[in-house]
């Protein structure tokens, strides 16, 4: 969280308090510790419980006693139909406006990307409502979610300059090709990107031959 004056006004009492803990926390940091920075701290902390709470809510049954349930993209968006939504799913990001969520639920295909948004194709509905949610983030009026295929370990092979790989889990193969994209250029960048687009495609047969 940036340094900034917050405008948070607090009892007295709690300002006594407050007064306090600043004095011994400057002890024992050895440096003057500001109201301002432990008030900040303490709003930090409160983000982060607020959206452990969040995450908490797709958890709400155990389908088996160390697999915890997390809903699915469908049963979220029916929740969620009037509300601005941003999905990192395995076949790139999707976005959706207020009521978009609608057309998708009834089948409908939407546009997916896979960073930058002058690539777009089609991702089906078969393909996106199953996944299951795995985070979900409520930030500046938007929901932010991660998404995976059920097991959420899914092995894919990659084929790059005749040389295969498997990967065990296609985060995996996706840091390590986003990566070599950005340390590369010309033929070599164009297949380091096409391995990288079919994986966020969803492919678990990736070589580096053009999309």
Not at 60 to 65: A, D, F, M, Y
Not at 130 to 151: C, F, I, K, N, S
């Amino acid at each position: 969280m940036g340094k900034k004056n917050l405008n948070i006004k607090l009892p007295e009492a709690m300002l006594d308090g407050l007064e306090i803990i600043r004095k011994e926390r400057s002890r024992l940091e050895g440096h003057s510790i500001s109201r301002n920075s432990l008030i900040e701290e303490a709003v930090e902390k409160y983000v982060m419980e607020a959206e452990k709470y969040l995450e908490a809510l797709f958890q709400e049954r155990p389908s088996k006693p160390d697999q915890p349930y997390r809903v699915t993209v469908r049963e979220f968006l029916e929740r969620h139909t009037d509300e601005r939504i941003s999905m990192m799913t395995p076949g790139g990001y999707v976005d959706l406006d207020k009521g978009q969520a609608v057309p998708l639920l009834s089948g409908h295909p939407v546009k997916a990307h896979p960073g930058y948004r002058e690539s777009f194709r089609d991702a089906q509905a078969g393909e996106i409502l199953p996944q299951r949610v795995l985070l979900a983030h409520l930030r500046d009026g938007v929901w932010h979610l991660l998404t995976d295929v059920e097991d959420g370990a899914e092995t894919v092979r990659t084929v790059c300059y005749g040389t295969e790989d498997i990967w065990k889990n296609r985060e995996q193969a996706k840091q390590f090709f986003l990566q070599a994209m950005a340390y590369s250029e010309g033929s070599e960048k164009e297949r380091y990107t096409n391995i990288y687009m079919k994986l966020m495609m969803g492919m678990t047969d990736c070589d580096d031959s053009e999309v």
